[in-house]
């Protein structure tokens, strides 16, 4: 069996968390309006544009470049950029937000898609409706929460996008109540997660190594592998020492205002490598 930490330690790129590029979008001052499932309050802009700043820096000090789109007033939760497309080496893939206020998002993130990639598709039907945050991809495989986000047609859609490039995609489950899969988990390496015990309960990372987040500190799960560095939202102590006793390099970033919209580290950019 390939040893992944072995590989990586070899200086193997790992697709899956090596990154050339990423996209971000300013937060308008309309996402006070954004969307949220618990009204908790209206997020402080000025702290919120303060922490999307710490967050761009944090991905550039790894060397990538990261393309800072304007924001967009019409589209008060457009921050979220990665619910609009799914991006890995070979193409992009614009996704059919299934919240109505936020359907219209992808469409604006495509042109800036299409200037770096030669390969750039969408799901299109009607009734299909998938939004990225619903996505992990690991190493080996691209598995999707269906969600009151992502339906059973949106996924199938990806699954014939993503299968002519050599993908397996397997369908799991977002809980319910809980915005996407990737709000309750997180990729560390090729082959380590980062995830709620709620969500590990339900078997779907059988054949990974699951770090849990500790009690009490579940909103921790999205982090993101960012070459790197685990960028990681502040306020969680007893993960971030899990995470650093395991090795990995943490950058925490302030999460308080992206919180309120249920927001987190994966949400605020597209991370890739275009080669097509
Ligand atoms: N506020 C982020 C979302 O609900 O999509």
Redesign the pocket.
């Known amino acids: 069996m390939l040893d992944w930490r072995d590989a990586e330690l070899k200086g193997v790129v790992m697709r899956s968390f090596s990154y050339t590029h990423a996209i971000t979008r300013q937060p308008p001052a309309s996402a006070i309006h ?4 618990v009204d908790t309050g209206a997020p402080d802009l000025a702290r919120m544009r303060a922490h999307h700043a710490d967050y761009i820096a944090a991905l550039k000090s790894t060397g990538a470049t990261v393309v800072e789109l304007p924001a967009l007033e019409a589209f ?2 457009s921050l ?1 950029v990665e ?1 609009t497309a799914l991006c890995l080496p070979e193409g992009a893939v614009v996704m059919r ?1 299934g ?1 109505p206020s ?1 359907l219209g998002e992808a469409a604006e993130m495509a042109p800036h898609l299409r200037a770096l990639y030669a390969d750039v598709r969408a799901v299109t039907g009607a009734e299909n409706f998938i ?1 990225a ?1 619903d996505i992990l991809t690991t190493e080996t495989e691209i598995l999707v929460g269906r969600s009151a ?1 992502s339906n059973a047609g949106g996924i199938a859609e990806l699954a014939g996008i993503v299968a002519d490039w050599g993908y397996g995609l397997r369908e799991v489950h977002t809980p319910p109540g809980v ?2 899969f990737k709000t309750d988990c997180s990729l560390l390496d090729a082959d380590t997660i980062l995830a709620t015990e709620r969500l590990s309960a339900s078997g779907c990372f059988k054949g990974y190594r699951v770090i849990h987040t500790a009690a009490g500190e579940e909103a921790s799960a999205n982090a993101i592998r960012f070459n790197d560095l685990v960028l990681f939202p502040a306020g969680f102590p007893q993960t971030r020492d899990a995470l650093v006793a395991a090795g990995y390099r943490v950058q925490e970033i302030g999460n308080s205002e992206c919180a309120k ?3 987190g580290m994966s ?1 605020l950019s597209l991370r890739f490598t275009p080669c097509g």
């Open positions: 954004g969307l949220r499932a008060p939760d979220f619910d937000p919240a936020r939004e945050g986000r915005l996407h919209l249920d927001g949400c």
